[in-house]
């Protein structure tokens, strides 16, 4: 299995190419560009959440609790004293970082359910819906976002498939097929309801025909031979 650091920086160089390019044809603005290469990185440390011990797990659990203790003191400002205000905070925080945190981690096993295709393309859907039907943000922005999140969890289960195999002797590690799995039949209802959620998502999921004619319009990606064209003609010339 990969280790932090790997996915991490692998998942940042491919989203960054890969929003770099885009953002160069015209399909992104400057935020655009910034989110997707943020969504694409997050995306390559999620299927690690599994695991009880993983940095990914103990960061978003950490700013999970803290957000929401902080939301529960913005929310009751105005009618609780400074010490109660204090001590909601403290419990907020506590309650969100050890009894969910305990919770949570008891209700998953590493490279479970979690680890998944199934389940990081719903959290790359969900994106897409939450951007488009709730932030009110463009469709081609929409649907990169899902897209980038849900790519970025696909490099991280390929390089744990990658790493899972013995290059000395090319044979493949016990934990060949456990990073990359559409179906466990040890968890086959849990896939189950995967699945149901998936196609709910799919259904309910913005359009994606105008979002394709877009990415599959020749014009924008001309425009990357045009500007590659005059460098190449320049170093020519020199």
Known sequence: MANFNTHLNTAFMVSG???????????????????????????????????DHSTPIKLGFNITSFVFAFGLVMHWRSELSLLALIVLWLAGYGFMRYAVFSIFTNMTVHRGVI????????????????????????????????????????VH??????????????????????????????????YLLLYVILALLVYFAPPFEPFW???SDPAPWAQLKVGILPEMIKNMQR
């Open 17 to 51: 190419t890969m929003s770099l390019t885009i953002y160069k044809a015209g399909l992104l603005d400057d935020s655009g560009f910034l989110m997707c290469v943020a969504l694409g990185t997050i995306g390559g440390l999620l299927p690690d959440l599994d695991s």
């Open 115 to 154: 680890h998944s295709v199934p389940y990081m393309a719903i959290l790359g859907l969900a994106l897409t819906y939450v951007s488009y039907d709730i932030l009110h943000l463009s469709l081609t922005v929409s649907w990169f976002y899902g897209l980038f999140l849900f790519g970025g969890a696909l």
């Open 157 to 190: 289960l390929a390089l744990d498939e990658i790493y899972s195999v013995n290059l000395s002797n090319m044979k493949l590690k016990r934990s060949s097929g456990t990073a990359m799995k559409f179906y466990q039949h040890k968890d086959k209802w849990w």
């Open 213 to 215: 004619q877009q990415l």
